[in-house]
């Protein structure tokens, strides 16, 4: 619960203090039932508008990323064994 409260009121602080009107939850975290909750009740106390999809669509990235290694490997593309994390990495390049 405590990180749902931390995340919305953060979301909320952004929004007032950059003059944004329209927020929104997307993504994985997206299908927590607690953070749009809360989310929803402060933005409505804030005079905002939430916006989020329905949960059939707020699924982790991760299927989407074993979906491309698995077509890559069909096309003989591998990784080489030093292959690191790096979150800004363009998927054109391995």
Do not use: F, W
């Not at 949960?55 to 080489?80: F, Q, S």
């Amino acid at each position: 619960m405590a990180v749902c409260e931390v995340l919305a009121k953060r979301l909320i602080e952004v929004a007032k203090n950059e003059g944004v009107e329209n927020i929104a939850l997307a993504g994985g975290v997206a299908a927590n039932s607690l953070l749009r909750e809360l989310t929803e009740e402060l933005a409505q106390k804030n005079g905002l508008k939430l916006h989020y999809p329905p949960l059939i669509l707020c699924t982790d990235n991760a299927a989407m990323i074993a979906a491309r290694g698995y077509h890559l490997l069909l096309n003989g593309v591998l990784a080489k064994t030093d292959l690191n994390a790096v979150a800004t990495r363009d998927l054109g390049i391995l």
